[in-house]
């Protein structure tokens, strides 16, 4: 079956300007992350979903950042006001059900902010 | 702050070679995961261990998660230059479900 996919592959955008990241997690997984990944690191727990609601935020950095998951699929990272140091590759991932299950990722949005 | 260290940081290796991945934390962890990433990809679900003690096998990867549930290994046998990659570890806490990642070992094998 498909995997999570994520759009855009890339993103370059200007300081200041807003940008919206999709993910369309894996049919039938009701459990949605989003991490963030640095050059050099590994990734970060942004923001957890279970079903539409937002079960988790805690990772967001501030907020310049939100999330949804309106119908309980498919979830927009929403980013304000760029700054150069949002630069990263932005990661989804879903799984049955939040907790211990095996998460699956997407390819990744590779966003720059110039 | 992370709460998984990984070492080494960096592996370059000749084909054949036999090698081994630490994943270490003071923390205790339900399950354990490992990925393998490469560039522009995202990482990629080798094996999940969720017993203290507990080994899995995947080929020539042999994957141990510690008794106390605190840290991991991943030993692979005889690399490839297949092998090459970022390799994950990350942990779920008790009760939690965020990945908590460490930041990954690059292994490089040459032929």
């Known amino acids: 079956g498909a995997g999570v996919s994520q759009t855009p592959s890339n993103k370059v955008t200007e300081k200041g300007k807003y940008v919206e990241l999709r993910c369309d997690p894996i049919s039938g997984h009701t459990a949605l992350y989003w991490y963030r990944q640095s050059l050099g690191q590994g990734p970060e727990f942004l923001i957890y979903?279970?079903?539409?609601?937002?079960?988790?935020d805690s990772g967001l950095p501030n907020d310049r950042f939100f999330a949804v998951r309106p119908e309980g699929s498919v979830s927009t990272l929403k980013i304000q006001r760029t700054e150069r140091g949002d630069s990263a590759v932005y990661l989804c991932a879903s799984s049955k059900a939040g907790g211990p299950y095996e998460q699956y990722f997407g390819p990744g949005t590779r966003l720059t902010v110039t | 702050t992370q709460l998984l260290e990984q070492s080494p940081q960096f592996l370059s290796i000749q084909e054949g070679e036999n090698l081994t991945v630490y994943c270490n934390s003071s923390?205790?962890?339900?399950?354990l995961q490992w990925y393998r990433q490469e560039p522009g990809e995202g990482p990629v679900l080798l094996v999940t261990v969720v017993t203290g003690g507990e080994v899995k096998k995947l080929k020539r990867l042999t994957f141990q998660f510690g008794d106390a549930r605190k840290d991991s290994s991943l030993h692979i046998t005889a690399a490839q230059p297949g092998d090459t990659g970022l390799y994950l570890c990350?942990?779920?806490?008790?009760?939690?479900?965020?990945?908590?990642f460490g930041k990954g070992t690059s292994l490089l094998v040459t032929p």
């Open positions: 990350a942990g779920v806490r008790d009760s939690g479900y965020a990945l908590n």
């Open positions: 923390s205790v962890f339900s399950s």
């Open positions: 979903f279970q079903g539409t609601g937002a079960a988790d």
